[in-house]
């Protein structure tokens, strides 16, 4: 390509809703406009490194033996309606109706429509397993889009879903798309983790998340020091430590006048926070429960959310909490609740502890948790995972990272299968629902988060599997014939043997030329100028490299072929 004929809009300024860097250069350099929010045009060099990605992904899918489908944007309410999703999905579901009243949704993922799909055709066990992919474009309704490619309304999703006989199998189907996953983001040049996550709303038994480490990340992930433990934090199990022992001591009820959270009571009462219990009422599906945990530690809501089994969770409102316990969400107390009772583990034998009082602006001091909680508690890990918290696997510690979930692997069992009665007839001639997983990559999000990892001051530096272009030629006086028709001859070599090379034909100053050019993020940049000509050299630099490199002219397009080779 000549970037004369190119279409490149480049520009000087920061966008003024951008704050990341995947976002900021993004734009900036030409790949992506935006056109409504979470909804952007996707510019020839945004679409090239798109296209790159996904053949990655379609590769290594092919090579796992899954096969490649495409289904529609639009799906039928009907199908979602046997699942119970039309009404669980929630706002993130665009829903639309067509000419004659039929309702729709623009498909924000597709278990439904391939189940469909399969229980229409396959039926004997000869016919298993088989696992059917799609890149597909998806819409989700996000409540807060963000960060350009990172949290879009309008994205690619590579999803896959794979059927099974039985779990046996079934598992067999999980483990080759998770080592699948790991080449997919290896080849992208990705650093990344896989991570133990959720398996929430959707139910199922083993879920993966891959999370690309960077700051920028909206995830947060624990990760052993020893050993390959890691888990989303949502997720993350820990050992807890010894009961916590402030003193025993007599049950005293004290005035607490103004206090409305743990750290206030921690202050008036002169403890610790650690010291103190907080009991917080939640909503889960309208019924209230109570849950206590260590004053300073943060409540894990997805934990909660399985353990209660709702499927809508809140904190509940002030008026709400009188109404379920008496008292005003200060003085919350896990003594003599008539609402169920969820503890953090951590609090189990908790003595001399301080509490709400269960009287309004009281407090109770001296909480011995085992002889003054009653009997009824429901003992659960509630807490989120902290860094410094023991691994559950091994005597390391945890550490804490930031992640961006770039794909997710999720073993689904028979939750789709079985209410939309995609069954199979074993070879015992009985039928049963198949087993069933899912696996969804992120493609426009791999675009960011290799962006948020691979970038500097200048701008961006593409892995080179998926650059817009691997090499730039910047003939850098386009006055000049000799530098002119030597940049030709380097391009149409480099051309001819198969490198994907830009040529930089514009007759712009050569600092432009090399300010857009870090801008974009080629991975490697062969400059010919008047000087060099005389040397008789190409000053060629790697864009993750400070340093240049003379490069003798006839050496330059073996030298520049063999490392984008050994590169890639
Ligand atoms: P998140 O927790 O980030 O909202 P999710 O868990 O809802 O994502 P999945 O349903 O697991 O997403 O979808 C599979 C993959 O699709 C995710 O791993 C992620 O890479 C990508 N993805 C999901 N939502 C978005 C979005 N709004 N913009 C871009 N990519 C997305
Ligand atoms: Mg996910």
Same mark, same amino acid.
């Given at each position: 390509?000549?970037?004369? =004929?190119?279409?490149?809009?480049?520009?000087?300024?920061?966008?003024?809703?951008?704050?990341?860097?995947? @976002?900021?250069?993004?734009?900036?350099?030409?790949?992506?406009?935006?056109? /409504?929010?979470?909804?952007? +045009?996707?510019?020839?060099?945004?679409?090239?490194?798109?296209?790159?990605?996904?053949?990655?992904?379609?590769?290594?899918?092919?090579?796992?033996?899954?096969?490649?489908?495409?289904?529609?944007?639009?799906?039928?309410?009907?199908?979602?309606?046997?699942?119970?999703?039309?009404?669980?999905?929630?706002?993130?579901?665009?829903?639309?109706?067509?000419?004659?009243?039929?309702?729709?949704?623009?498909?924000?993922?597709?278990?439904?429509?391939?189940?469909?799909?399969?229980?229409?055709?396959?039926?004997?066990?000869?016919?298993?397993?088989?696992?059917?992919?799609?890149?597909?474009?998806?819409?989700? !309704? *996000?409540?807060?889009?963000?960060?350009?490619?990172?949290?879009?309304?309008?994205?690619?999703?590579? #999803?896959?879903?794979?059927?099974?006989?039985?779990?046996?199998?079934?598992?067999?189907?999980?483990? +080759?798309?998770?080592?699948?996953?790991?080449?997919?983001?290896? &080849?992208?040049?990705?650093?990344?983790?896989?991570? *133990?996550?959720?398996?929430?709303?959707?139910?199922?038994?083993?879920?993966?998340?891959?999370?690309?480490?960077?700051?920028?990340?909206? #995830?947060?992930?624990?990760?052993?020091?020893?050993?390959?433990?890691?888990? +989303?934090?949502?997720?993350?199990?820990?050992?807890?430590?010894?009961? $916590?022992?402030?003193?025993?001591?007599?049950?005293?009820?004290?005035?607490?006048?103004?206090?409305?959270?743990?750290?206030?009571?921690?202050?008036?009462?002169?403890?610790?926070?650690?010291?103190?219990?907080?009991?917080?009422?939640?909503?889960?599906?309208? =019924?209230?429960?109570?849950?206590?945990? &260590?004053?300073?530690?943060?409540? +894990?809501?997805?934990?909660?959310?399985?353990?209660?089994?709702?499927?809508?969770?809140?904190?509940?409102?002030?008026?709400?909490?009188?109404?379920?316990?008496?008292?005003?969400?200060? /003085?919350?107390?896990?003594?003599?609740?008539?609402?169920?009772?969820?503890?953090?583990?951590?609090?189990?034998?908790?003595?001399?502890?301080?509490?709400?009082?269960?009287?309004?602006?009281?407090?109770?001091?001296?909480?011995?948790?085992?002889?003054?909680?009653?009997?009824?508690?429901?003992?659960?890990?509630?807490?989120?995972? *902290?860094?410094? !918290?023991?691994?559950?696997?091994?005597?390391?510690?945890?550490?804490?990272?930031?992640?961006?979930?770039?794909? @997710?692997?999720?073993?689904?069992?028979?939750?789709?299968?079985?209410?939309?009665?995609?069954?199979?007839?074993?070879?015992?001639?009985?039928?049963?629902?198949?087993?069933?997983?899912?696996?969804?990559?992120?493609?426009?999000?791999? /675009?960011?988060?290799?962006?948020?990892?691979?970038?500097?001051?200048?701008?961006?530096?593409?892995?080179?599997?998926?650059?817009?272009?691997?090499?730039?030629?910047?003939?850098?006086?386009?006055?000049? !014939?000799?530098?002119?028709?030597?940049?030709? &001859?380097?391009?149409?070599?480099?051309?001819?043997?198969?490198?994907?090379?830009? $040529?930089?034909?514009?007759?712009?100053?050569?600092?432009?030329?090399?300010? !857009?050019?870090?801008?974009?993020?080629?991975?490697?940049?062969?400059?010919?100028?008047? &000087?060099?000509?005389?040397?008789?050299? /190409? *000053?060629?630099?790697?864009?993750?490299?400070?340093?240049?490199?003379?490069?003798?002219?006839?050496?330059?397009?073996?030298?520049?072929?063999?490392?984008?080779?050994?590169?890639?």
């Amino acid at each position: 390509m000549r970037l004369s =004929k190119a279409f490149v809009p480049t520009k000087k300024e920061v966008p003024a809703d951008a704050q990341v860097a995947s @976002h900021i250069y993004m734009i900036r350099g030409g790949f992506i406009r935006k056109i /409504a929010a979470g909804i952007y +045009n996707f510019l020839p060099l945004g679409r090239r490194v798109i296209r790159k990605i996904e053949n990655i992904i379609r590769e290594e899918m092919d090579n796992a033996g899954a096969l490649e489908v495409l289904m529609p944007a639009a799906s039928p309410s009907e199908l979602w309606q046997e699942t119970g999703r039309w009404d669980k999905f929630g706002p993130q579901m665009l829903r639309f109706k067509d000419r004659k009243g039929s309702d729709f949704c623009f498909g924000p993922t597709h278990e439904e429509v391939i189940v469909d799909m399969v229980r229409r055709e396959i039926t004997s066990y000869r016919d298993l397993p088989i696992n059917l992919y799609q890149i597909q474009t998806k819409f989700r !309704d *996000e409540m807060r889009p963000r960060a350009g490619l990172m949290r879009s309304r309008e994205f690619i999703m590579k #999803d896959a879903y794979s059927f099974d006989i039985d779990e046996e199998a079934a598992n067999l189907s999980y483990d +080759n798309m998770y080592e699948t996953y790991k080449r997919i983001f290896t &080849r992208c040049g990705l650093e990344f983790r896989p991570v *133990e996550a959720d398996t929430g709303a959707i139910g199922g038994s083993r879920s993966h998340e891959f999370q690309v480490l960077a700051k920028s990340g909206e #995830d947060a992930i624990v990760a052993c020091d020893s050993c390959d433990y890691a888990a +989303n934090v949502e997720q993350a199990d820990f050992k807890t430590g010894a009961a $916590l022992d402030f003193g025993a001591g007599e049950l005293k009820r004290v005035p607490t006048p103004g206090v409305k959270s743990a750290s206030d009571a921690a202050k008036q009462l002169q403890v610790p926070e650690s010291a103190v219990i907080k009991t917080l009422i939640y909503l889960a599906d309208d =019924k209230p429960v109570a849950v206590a945990l &260590r004053g300073d530690r943060e409540l +894990n809501e997805v934990a909660l959310k399985k353990i209660t089994g709702a499927t809508q969770l809140f904190l509940a409102r002030q008026g709400q909490v009188k109404k379920a316990t008496g008292v005003l969400p200060g /003085a919350v107390s896990p003594i003599g609740l008539s609402i169920p009772l969820y503890m953090d583990k951590e609090l189990e034998n908790a003595k001399g502890m301080v509490a709400g009082g269960g009287e309004d602006e009281t407090h109770y001091k001296g909480v011995d948790v085992a002889r003054d909680c009653g009997s009824e508690i429901i003992w659960r890990t509630l807490r989120v995972a *902290e860094p410094g !918290d023991a691994c559950p696997k091994c005597s390391g510690k945890l550490e804490g990272f930031k992640g961006i979930e770039v794909g @997710h692997v999720f073993s689904l069992g028979t939750v789709y299968s079985k209410p939309m009665k995609c069954d199979v007839l074993t070879a015992d001639e009985t039928s049963h629902p198949m087993e069933m997983g899912c696996y969804g990559i992120g493609v426009t999000r791999i /675009a960011a988060a290799a962006i948020e990892q691979n970038h500097d001051d200048g701008g961006i530096q593409w892995p080179v599997a998926i650059a817009p272009y691997e090499v730039a030629v910047l003939p850098l006086q386009m006055k000049d !014939d000799a530098v002119v028709a030597e940049g030709e &001859r380097i391009y149409q070599e480099l051309l001819a043997s198969g490198v994907d090379v830009i $040529l930089d034909d514009r007759f712009d100053r050569p600092g432009a030329k090399f300010k !857009d050019a870090d801008l974009v993020g080629y991975p490697l940049r062969v400059a010919i100028g008047g &000087r060099g000509l005389k040397e008789g050299i /190409a *000053e060629v630099k790697w864009r993750n490299e400070s340093e240049v490199q003379k490069i003798p002219l006839a050496d330059v397009v073996d030298f520049v072929s063999k490392g984008i080779a050994n590169a890639k």
